[in-house]
């Protein structure tokens, strides 16, 4: 089991950045896929971008692809998401989250610790 913390939300105008950080406690962070996943008011979690257990490779969704990196640090068990080019859209909050397997996935049901989240408000 991974306890997972995020920070690095909050208040940003459009077209501004955020990184988001997502610490874990556990032995098993450097062998786990992690992926990033956000839920608007009033709509459902939608995965935003996924790594697999190497950091070398990564899936993002096509609302974020060019403006967003995940990253991650297994030395320091945390992985990150970089946010560029922030639209009003990108509102909500944001959950990072463990999956059973090494690889990246971008399917929820394959994720079985998450975070409590970190709120992103864009601005327009």
């Known amino acids: 089991q991974l306890q997972l913390e995020e920070s690095g939300g909050g208040l940003v105008q459009a077209g501004g950045s955020l990184r988001l950080s997502c610490i874990a406690s556990?032995?098993?962070?450097?062998?786990?896929?992690m992926g990033w996943f956000r839920q608007a008011l009033g709509k459902e979690r939608e995965v935003v971008g996924a790594?697999?257990?190497?950091?070398?490779?990564?899936y993002y969704a096509n609302s974020v692809k060019g403006r967003f990196t995940i990253s991650r640090d297994n030395a320091k068990n945390t992985v990150y998401l970089q946010m560029n080019s922030l639209k009003p859209e990108d509102t909500a909050v944001y959950y990072c989250a463990a999956a059973r397997y090494r690889v990246y996935t971008a399917s929820p049901s394959d994720f079985e610790n998450w975070g409590q989240g970190t709120q992103v408000t864009v601005s327009s």
């Open positions: 556990g032995r098993t962070f450097g062998s786990s896929g």
């Open positions: 790594i697999d257990w190497t950091g070398g490779r990564a």
